[in-house]
């Protein structure tokens, strides 16, 4: 077990939290498109001034590569933040240096302080050893509450919490716990449904949920590469031809495991992926050679929908189809609005699977929609992410 929020006394203290507050901005201003980041952050924050702590603040923005930018310093979400927690955030134009500490030093019980874009110093993603130090400087314990960063031995991810007393934000407390539930301990049965673009980036997770759910569904571009290892004709759809025996292997070791894995049995095809562009359905056995898949036929997404939503727990990782063009999201929707309104735990891995879901404004209906992409995919491949792992053992 991590240590969390609620395992040590703020009383008086100071707390440096590790938020992901690396919003979205309307292209070439400075007005942010999505503060979902920033309101993900708020609980955190509110309990650490309630506890009677001075919270201050550290995040990336963008990709910096160790020097200024001013394009990817923080007055906007600074003052983006001020008005959701509707309480003065201080900010200071340094993070590692005797500026931040003054200010930080200043604070009352309740302050909030945001440091500068920490990706701003090279010490950040090389986890330089005095850069971490004197972050932990500036504060008596640490907090993590940026699980999408999570996966990156950075100093403020990884570095500092090896100085500080270290716990996990009320975030990614519940990131841990779902998508380390429903592996370890899910209700049963447990399904796992897995799309997006390859088979390529899913290769150790797929290895993990064999072992460990009771039934698997396959959509999305990678079930081209395991239907052509079945021996299907899948004309120009999207394919990886060096892992056509994984795929033939995946599925002789869930046969062995008793772990049965479904295919489509149809699927929407197209001779190109454009709005509007004519389509067809086929079963998997009539695919034309010169069509390509695009999303999961309704005959496959009726099957999927019916019994996903009467399993006991689903994690779901990539979308069923191009969701991002119509009317290839059909398959993801159909599946989802089961899932969402389905008796039955949801854990949704983040990238494009939320984007997917929060398109679709279910988000509120799934157990949990993971703030991150890549932590999430690493998370459920059994790895140990750093910035988990570098938080105290209770
Ligand atoms: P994530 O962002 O979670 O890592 P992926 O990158 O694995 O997800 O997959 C998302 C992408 O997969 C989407 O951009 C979607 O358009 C694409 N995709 C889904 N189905 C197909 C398909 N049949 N052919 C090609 N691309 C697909
Ligand atoms: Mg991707």
């Given at each position: 077990m991590k240590r969390m929020l609620r395992d040590f006394d703020w009383q008086g203290k100071r707390a440096l939290v590790r938020v992901d507050f690396n919003v979205p901005f309307e292209r070439g201003t400075t007005r942010i498109s999505d503060d979902v980041r920033i309101r993900e952050a708020l609980p955190t924050i509110e309990y650490l001034r309630g506890q009677g702590a001075s919270v201050v603040l550290c995040t990336h923005l963008g990709r910096p590569d160790g020097k200024r930018v001013p394009e990817m310093e923080l007055g906007p979400v600074v003052e983006r933040l001020g008005e959701l927690l509707g309480a003065p955030v201080g900010y200071v134009?340094?993070?590692?240096?005797g500026e931040a500490k003054a200010a930080a030093g200043a604070l009352a019980a309740g302050d909030v302080l945001m440091l500068e874009t920490i990706r701003f110093w090279p010490g950040e993603e090389t986890n330089d050893a005095d850069f971490a130090a004197s972050l932990a400087s500036i504060a008596d314990a640490y907090v993590n509450d940026a699980f999408g960063t999570a996966h990156r031995a950075h100093a403020s991810t990884e570095g500092v919490a090896r100085l500080l007393p270290a716990m996990a934000g009320l975030l990614m407390e519940k990131e841990i716990t779902f998508l380390g539930g429903v592996l370890?301990?899910?209700?049963?049965?447990l399904a796992a449904l897995l799309g997006g673009a390859k088979v390529s980036d899913k290769l150790q997770v797929l290895g993990r949920l064999v072992g460990h759910a009771d039934e698997l569904f396959v959509g999305g571009g990678m079930a081209g590469t395991f239907l052509k290892a079945q021996g299907y004709e899948i004309g120009v759809s999207l394919v990886e031809e060096d892992l056509v025996g994984f795929c033939t292997d995946t599925m002789e070791r869930a046969a062995a495991a008793s772990t049965p894995v479904t295919l489509p049995e149809d699927v929407v095809v197209a001779e190109r992926i454009e709005p509007g562009v004519p389509t067809s359905v086929v079963g998997i056995g009539d695919i034309p050679a010169n069509a390509m898949i695009l999303d999961i036929g309704p005959r496959t997404a009726a099957d999927y929908a019916q019994r996903l939503a009467a399993v006991g727990s689903v994690v779901w990782n990539g979308p069923m189809g191009v969701f991002e063009v119509s009317p290839f999201n059909e398959g993801t929707r159909i599946v989802a609005e089961a899932i969402a309104s389905g008796n039955v735990v949801s854990v949704i891995g983040g990238g494009s699977t939320a984007e997917a879901i929060a398109h679709l404004g279910l988000a509120e209906q799934m157990s949990h929609v993971s703030t991150g992409g890549g932590a999430s995919l690493e998370f459920l491949e059994g790895r140990e992410l750093p910035g988990v792992a570098a938080l105290d053992d209770v």
């Open positions: 134009h340094d993070a590692p240096g370890e301990n899910p209700v049963r049965p």
